[in-house]
DNA sequence: TAATCATCGACCGAATCGGTTTATGATGCC
DNA sequence: GGCATCATAAACCGATTCGGTCGATGATTA
């Protein structure tokens, strides 16, 4: 693994993301070797040279997921902000750049979570209980849902803009940059809909 | 596929939705023919007897598909309703019924659109033309926009819609059956939602 | 009883698996 | 230059799995 660490950012770079993007295509099982190595764009040799192992790969990157996603959300989390919308757009942005570096986190995130090979299951459930209940928390905690209409359901206006979002990501070519200005200006479009139609009056 | 076609209608529904969800999880060359064998409930071998080749049961799946969704486009979809949201509700059940009885198909049908494997792309790209396109493409013709309140972008909400329930399906597990019922409810929830904060009063 | 047929476990050669070894070439140190 | 070190990939290893076949079995039919 030090082999691994020594090598130049950018190399490092490249590497997880292939094999990011490997896993979460396939699973653990059914990702051999040979598919992480040509989508990181170097030998299969050298994938053990660095790793040493098809699992100990699979559990790096698992840490270091988790470590970008629960770094980004301690560091620039505000729960002053307790407005709906400008609450759910700061999660959104924190998420989001986030993994700018590393497109292929959130679908590999997503994936371990259905991953049943008996050989890196254990691993998962150790290393969700630790993060990832915890981000769900502090995002929702401390909301101020007061201003909406009545009749108005906030989880369900929630779900409509998480989900939203994750659309504006996931419709995006594979090798694309996100930009975050032109994610912060179709959110914010989404978001003024939303809020000058299902706030009360005097709250606009 | 004599063979297969003269099996009793409940054995072939349960073949194919075996082999639906089998090829829908892990794409064409990953799923093997032990793959599909297990979840439809036979032998690797008669997967052979009935279908010849595994090529043969994918490309006959697809036509399969093709053929229940546009067979109840065809017989079903009234281009006499243009309201927005009935229009896009009655696109959403038409689809939703069609798929009743083989809840697979939907995210059978959403894998073949990133099937990579050159064995099968050519047979996909010239079933996908003859129907996909054509979809959408009656789905959206015709449609009343006039009833949105001033400042509201049609195609804004269509956008969030579309997300919405695209997001129901890939919240989803991977090897998850897909559950149309379900799907129609959480759709409707957010349908209701909009309809009643974006149209003008006197269309409520 | 003989013939037919659906069915599946066992099997085939070929391919691929996770993982190792070897050959090569670049680098740096004397 | 000579020598050691190291990154790297091609070739290779035994084991497993692949797509596909075959032979045995048991039920059905005639």
Redesign the interface.
């Known amino acids: 693994m030090e082999k691994f660490a020594s090598l130049p950012a950018e190399k490092q770079t490249q590497i997880i993301d292939g094999a990011l993007l490997a896993f979460s295509?396939?699973?653990y099982k059914?990702t051999s070797v040979s598919d992480i190595a040509a989508a990181a764009g170097i030998s299969k040799a050298m994938v053990f040279h660095y790793f040493g192992t098809k699992k100990a790969l699979y559990l790096y990157l698992i840490e270091f997921c988790s470590g970008i996603v629960m770094d980004a959300i301690t560091e620039k989390f505000d729960r002053d902000v307790t407005d709906f919308f400008e609450r759910i757009q700061m999660v959104s942005m924190i998420k989001i750049l986030a993994m700018r570096k590393h497109p292929a986190i959130l679908s590999f995130l997503s994936?371990i979570?259905?991953e049943k090979d008996g050989e890196v299951q254990q691993d998962i459930q150790t290393t969700l209980a630790m993060g990832e209940g915890f981000r769900n928390q502090i995002a929702l905690d401390g909301m101020d849902v007061s201003k909406f209409?009545d009749?108005?359901?906030p989880k369900?206006?929630l779900?409509?803009l998480?989900?939203?979002s994750?659309?504006?990501v996931?419709e995006l070519p594979n090798d694309a940059v996100i930009d975050p200005e032109a994610l912060y200006k179709e959110f914010e479009?989404?978001t003024r809909?939303l809020r000058?139609?299902?706030y009360k009056e005097e709250y606009l």
């Open positions: 295509v396939s699973g059914k994936s979570l259905f209409k009749g108005v359901d369900l206006v779900k409509i998480v989900r939203y994750e659309g504006f996931s479009e989404c809909l000058s139609n299902l």
